[in-house]
């Protein structure tokens, strides 16, 4: 997706392991977030940036942290991966004041 | 907390054939999205609804926006086979920039 690229595109990793996603944008958004896609939940927001160093909870953010030190990258940790995590992620970005969120490839991690 | 419910989840429909996917949300917004997914891709934006009463269309979707009964739909008229995927409606929340996504609706058109 143009001005917005997501790494790595395919991960599998082993259940206790820490793994960290990155999100890089050229669009200078402000607002970056990271939401994760399972069957029968649409996407739900896992945590946001509204700006470099300012992170907040998304509703599914147990388990994850992230963070933005600078203004074209927000970073998503895993800190222990366990098997419910398994899950596309997908980063989007928006520019200050909304209308219009432009979404990334996706990652697809597996914990195995 | 902002839910949005989807229904139909599931939809199957004959190619030439109209329906309609409804999207009801829990608290107030003016700012309603609808997404299309193909499968293993990303989402492609559809639609951007900003006030009450919007109607937008494009080919043959259609997509229309009721703040006050917290309703959006989308309408698919005369059903092609290229429209199968799955459909999201998501509302825009607190004005923050949060994005509140439906479960989707996975639609196929067979011929």
């Known amino acids: 997706d143009a001005g917005i690229t997501q790494s790595p595109r395919h991960k599998v990793t082993e259940t206790g392991t820490p793994v960290t996603l990155r999100c890089h944008q050229t669009e200078n958004h402000r607002y970056m977030y990271w939401y994760r896609q399972d069957p029968g939940h649409g996407l739900r927001l896992i945590h946001y940036s509204y700006g470099v160093k300012d992170t907040d909870k998304g509703e599914v953010s147990d388990g994850y942290s992230v963070s933005r030190s600078k203004t074209e990258d927000f970073l998503l940790t895993l800190e222990s991966a366990t098997s419910s995590q398994t899950s596309v992620y997908f980063c989007?970005?928006?520019?200050?004041?909304?209308?219009?969120?432009?979404f990334g490839s996706g990652t697809r991690l597996t914990v195995v | 907390e902002l839910k949005v419910e989807q229904n139909p989840l599931f939809l199957s429909m004959q190619e030439g054939k109209n329906y309609t996917i409804y999207c009801n949300y829990s608290t107030t917004s003016d700012r309603l999205y609808w997404y299309r997914q193909d499968p293993g891709k990303s989402l492609e934006s559809l639609f951007v609804l900003l006030s009450n009463g919007a109607v937008k269309q494009e080919g043959r979707l259609m997509a229309s926006l009721d703040t006050k009964a917290r309703l959006s739909t989308l309408h698919i008229t005369a059903a092609v086979h290229d429209l199968s995927a799955t459909y999201f409606c998501?509302?825009?929340?607190?004005?923050?920039?949060?994005?509140?996504f439906g479960a989707g609706t996975i639609l196929r058109v067979k011929s």
């Open positions: 989007a970005i928006s520019p200050t004041g909304g209308y219009g969120y432009t």
């Open positions: 998501a509302v825009d929340w607190e004005y923050g920039n949060k994005l509140v």
